[in-house]
């Protein structure tokens, strides 16, 4: 018996294949008196008709535990992961299913594919519950979960209690922290994982592959830190890693987003593995954001001639480097191409881009018309029209940034600039019943409110600072040096942003004040350490987008000070020098 079921598995392509099988299995007793045959079965059946195997399983008296494992693995490589969940319930609590570990398993592949992080954490009971916590490939199971459905701090915690660790889930981690906004977390442990960081060391033999360090390259490349990612860079050539294209495309990355194009211009020319768009993308989005946007339409002009198709992300590489430069007519030419050959759709990061450009070079009409051209297909978002009213605020245009901020308060936006704007308006228009219309409005909603915070490196260690931040151990210290910065500023021609009117200042800021925001801390602190090399420059990383009030300052702390300072903010770098910024006060 056991020898037919294999080959006549093999055989069955299609459901009456398979229902021919099933009444001969059942004529033949082998389906009731051989459950193992009968799990292969199924199993073989949900690669065929899932809904079949259901309903198979739901029929059978007593399933056993891999006649369950089968549909739950079968619904967990399908569409809807989340089914295998339901499975597992209904066959615990309905069917008395005894899970073993590779129920566990399946289960949780499904809430990794499903990111049920919550799901995750009551599997994770069980796997406790049922004894199974010892068993290596489901812990490692366990962090890939927790890491992919972004339970990073559920992952740690795997991760510490893991009793052998491989390559493969150092990975995880790594990853994980690295795509879920803890890129210091994932250098730390990168770090960790070479011997080069502090605490407990690793064990030996577990060697970063190619995998780790794109992972480790990343974290670098958000937190902005050169010297480490240059490290770990030196570390794939020591270690003789293959530098693939992969490789390639985040050294380029790391160098872009720390403000050295042209080691990452090096990095691209001489890359050996062939070139592909996402390294000829990387590099436009460099270039652009450092400033080069002519450099970054001709390497844009020179892709298309070697062949490649721009796709959505070139163009929007592209229209950022535009952006980033104030080339206006560039980037208009670029938005029509790409709209007119109709291959690639804009979608709303494209749309968001050319409402900046247009709407900083005070083409605030073209700017709305853009917003209003939108296909009713895709939502324009708040962002959009958040981008409309920062330029209408600069240049003061009054009726479009009403029209503006309207839409915004419509639209449910929760941050409390809009409404702030909107009233400002109209008390500069002694609109006394609409301010008190806004303000009321204002009162229902929840405002939401991003923190802004930055980070500095001094002597190798990241310092992270918050808006008007309370907690560092030199505080005290810091806020002396923030008022002496400000008094020898003055005497430069430092005048402090009073006017309200058209500058959303939030709640935060005003408790805040201007000077405690949260990279004035950042250069205070790092202007204090004066060991520091003072001919390197003050690097600073900032979340948010430098608001006008620190920008002024940084430019006149860099010429006081004689001391260059690089602020990466969300979007660019500024580098200030001698009382000048990079930007060009373009931002
Ligand atoms: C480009 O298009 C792909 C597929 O439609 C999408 O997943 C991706 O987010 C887009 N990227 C950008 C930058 O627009
Ligand atoms: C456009 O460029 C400015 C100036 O560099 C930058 O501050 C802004 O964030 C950019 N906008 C987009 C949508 O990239």
Request: glycine share 6%; with cysteine; net charge neutral.
């Amino acid at each position: 018996m056991a020898i037919i079921i294999q080959p006549l598995l093999q055989k069955c392509t299609t459901l009456s294949h398979i229902q021919q099988l099933q009444a001969h299995l059942i004529t033949t007793g082998i389906f009731h008196f051989h459950p193992l045959h009968r799990s292969k079965f199924i199993d073989f059946c949900t690669t065929i008709s899932l809904p079949y195997a259901t309903q198979i399983f739901l029929t059978i008296s007593s399933p056993v535990t891999n006649d369950w494992n089968a549909i739950i693995r079968g619904n967990a490589q399908s569409l809807q992961p989340a089914k295998a969940l339901s499975v597992y319930r209904q066959g615990l609590r309905k069917l008395a299913c005894k899970p073993d570990a590779l129920t566990c398993s399946f289960t949780l592949k499904a809430c990794s594919r499903a990111l049920a992080c919550n799901e995750a954490v009551q599997i994770h009971s069980h796997v406790v519950k049922y004894g199974f916590v010892a068993d290596v490939l489901l812990q490692t199971t366990l962090l890939d979960v927790y890491a992919k459905s972004g339970c990073l701090d559920s992952a740690c915690k795997v991760f510490d209690e893991m009793s052998v660790r491989d390559v493969t889930c150092w990975n995880a981690i790594i990853i994980g922290l690295a795509h879920g906004n803890r890129p210091d977390e994932a250098l730390e442990l990168f770090k960790r994982m070479t011997g080069d960081g502090q605490g407990e060391g690793v064990g030996v033999g577990f060697k970063p592959n190619e995998i780790t360090v794109v992972g480790a390259l990343s974290a670098c490349a958000q937190l902005g830190m050169v010297q480490e990612g240059e490290k770990v860079y030196e570390y794939v050539r020591r270690e003789k890693l293959d530098v693939n294209e992969q490789v390639c495309n985040v050294v380029i990355d790391m160098f872009g987003k720390c403000g050295h194009v042209a080691k990452a211009y090096q990095v691209f020319n001489d890359m050996r593995c062939r070139k592909s768009l996402v390294s000829f993308n990387t590099m436009i989005m460099c270039l652009g954001i450092n400033g080069e946007g002519s450099e970054a339409i001709r390497l844009f002009n020179e892709m298309s001639k070697e062949g490649f198709r721009p796709d959505n992300v070139s163009y929007l590489s592209a229209l950022c480097a535009c952006n980033h430069s104030g080339m206006v007519d560039e980037g208009v030419k670029l938005f029509e191409a790409m709209t007119k050959d109709g291959l690639v759709a804009p979608n709303i990061k494209h749309y968001g881009t050319m409402v900046d450009l247009l709407g900083r070079s005070g083409r605030l009409n073209e700017a709305y018309n853009i917003i209003n051209s939108i296909p009713v297909t895709i939502t324009p978002d708040v962002v959009l029209w958040q981008t409309l009213l920062g330029a209408c605020k600069t240049y003061g245009n009054i009726e479009l940034a009403e029209k503006a901020s309207r839409k915004l308060v419509e639209m449910g936006s929760n941050s409390d600039g809009e409404f702030v704007l909107l009233s400002n308006i109209y008390a500069a228009q002694r609109r006394w019943k609409d301010v008190g219309e806004v303000r009321k409005n204002m009162k229902y909603k929840q405002v939401k409110k991003v923190p802004g915070f930055s980070y500095i490196d001094v002597k190798g260690a990241i310092h992270k600072f918050v808006n008007g931040d309370r907690w560092h151990t030199h505080m005290e210290e810091i806020y002396n040096k923030v008022e002496e910065i400000m008094c020898r500023i003055m005497e430069h021609g430092y005048v402090p942003e009073t006017d309200y009117v058209l500058h959303d200042i939030g709640v935060e800021e005003k408790e805040n004040a201007l000077s405690y925001h949260s990279e004035k801390l950042a250069v205070a602190f790092g202007l204090m350490n004066e060991e520091e090399d003072i001919s390197s420059p003050i690097r600073v990383n900032k979340n948010l987008r430098i608001c006008g009030d620190c920008h002024e300052v940084m430019k006149l702390v860099s010429k006081a000070y004689e001391r260059e300072i690089i602020v990466r903010d969300r979007t660019r770098f500024h580098r200030f020098k001698n009382g000048l910024c990079s930007c060009k006060d373009f931002w």
